[in-house]
Structures are given as structure tokens and as C-alpha cells.
């Protein structure tokens, strides 16, 4: 697909989560977060759900844990605009409590399609919310993210070979400053893997042209 269908087709979801009732957060919400970022993302990073200034923006990560996550991306040498920055949940949980099974269930039809569409190369859930869902999504035995973070999980899709990597939410270093470095260190496996990419490219370009 090419990037102006993907980019039409994102838009149309878009629409369709704005009018979302599929559950009780519809009543509560200000605006719904449908994500961003470029329709040929192929890092795609998912938080768990709005928090007070998403809600009010419409837009991912806006509040203090935006500001973490922005520094993170930096520190790894990427930008907003070369990823797509989503959430499991959609809208915003009453006083940012944890999202509820019934509520993940109801939303995550949005986010499962956002991953078809944009089709990323690497999946990178961050917090246990999104970490849970993702490796259950593709049949990955579950762990708690203080077992997995930074790691790289390849996993075999009808899409072909993709890798899914695990993060610490970046809230984690609001409440703890300390936490930082580490979720700096995890961010720095991005390095790593855009290079993978690079030469994956290549190849195929030059099977190609032979
Ligand atoms: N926390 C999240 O998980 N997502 C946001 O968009 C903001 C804070």
C-alpha cells in the first residue's frame, strides 16, 4: 500500500475513534488521542493510555512524560517525525487510574489495525500495559517489563520478520529522576537496530537490481 492510501486510511480511523462508544471512557473523555506520527513509521511506540494534557490536546504524550519520552527519542538520534507515537487506550482514563481489561478489549481493534496499516518493522510497547498486550498479540510468553526492558524479541509475522521491543514508560523517570540513564541506555538499542534496517534496505535493493 502506498503512503497516501496508508495515510487516507489512518485518517478515516482517526475519525472513527473520534466518535468511539464502545466503552464507558467515551463518556468521560475531552478529546480522543488517536496517536501521530508518519504513516511509514518503522518504529512504532505505544504508551498506555492519555493522561490530563492529551486529553485536553488530542495529542500523545504532551505532559511531563512527553517531555521524557522527547529526550529519550533524542538521545537515540530519532525524531516525532520519522515515528508513530500511539496508545492502547484511546481516551483517558478518569484521574489517569490504570485501564481496565473491558476498556483494553474495547479499544485495542484500534490499535491492532494502526499496526496493519502502518505495517512498523519494530514494535515498541512501553509500560506493562502495552508490553502485556503486545507480546499476548503475538504469542510471546508474558514477563513483567523489569525482566525484559531494552531487549529485543524477533518475532515471525505473515508481514515478514519484525522485532518488538520492550521500554520502561517514560513516567517511570518522572516520579524518579534516578531512572533516566537507564531508560536512556534501553533507548540507545534503537541505534542498533535503524543500522540493521539500513543494510536490510540495501540488500534488498541490490537483490533487485542483479
Ligand atoms: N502516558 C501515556 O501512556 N500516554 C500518553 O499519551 C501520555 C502519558
Not at 537515540?76 to 490504570?98: S, V, Y
Not at 484500534?110 to 515498541?124: R, T, W, Y
Not at 538499542?189 to 536490510?200: G, I, P, S
Request: net charge positive; proline share 7%.
Amino acid at each position: 500500500m502506498d503512503s497516501r492510501e496508508k495515510a487516507l486510511r489512518i485518517n478515516r480511523l482517526r475519525d472513527q475513534i473520534s466518535v468511539c462508544q464502545r466503552c464507558r471512557l467515551c463518556q468521560t473523555r475531552t478529546n480522543t488521542v488517536p496517536g501521530e506520527g508518519s504513516v511509514d513509521a518503522s518504529i512504532m511506540f505505544i504508551g498506555e493510555a492519555p493522561g490530563h494534557n492529551e486529553d485536553l490536546q488530542g495529542k500523545p504524550f504532551v505532559g511531563r512524560a512527553g517531555e521524557v519520552f522527547d529526550q529519550l527519542l533524542q538521545s537515540a538520534g530519532m525524531t516525532r517525525q520519522e515515528i508513530f507515537l500511539c496508545n492502547i487506550l484511546k481516551c483517558r482514563p478518569p484521574d489517569n487510574r490504570n485501564p481496565l481489561s473491558d476498556e483494553i478489549r474495547s479499544c485495542v481493534g484500534s490499535l491492532d489495525l494502526q499496526i496493519k496499516l502502518i505495517d512498523p518493522q519494530i514494535l515498541a510497547p512501553m509500560g506493562n500495559f502495552a508490553a502485556t498486550y503486545i507480546f499476548e498479540k503475538f504469542s510471546l510468553p508474558a514477563q513483567k517489563i523489569t525482566a525484559i526492558h531494552g531487549k529485543i524479541f524477533p518475532i515471525h509475522t505473515p508481514w515478514g520478520e519484525k522485532r518488538i521491543v520492550p521500554l520502561f514508560h517514560p513516567a517511570v523517570a518522572t516520579y524518579d529522576a534516578g531512572k533516566l540513564p537507564e531508560l536512556k541506555r534501553d533507548f540507545q538499542v534503537f541505534q542498533k537496530l535503524k543500522q540493521e534496517l539500513v543494510e536490510r534496505t540495501k540488500s534488498t535493493k541490490s537483490e533487485v537490481g542483479n
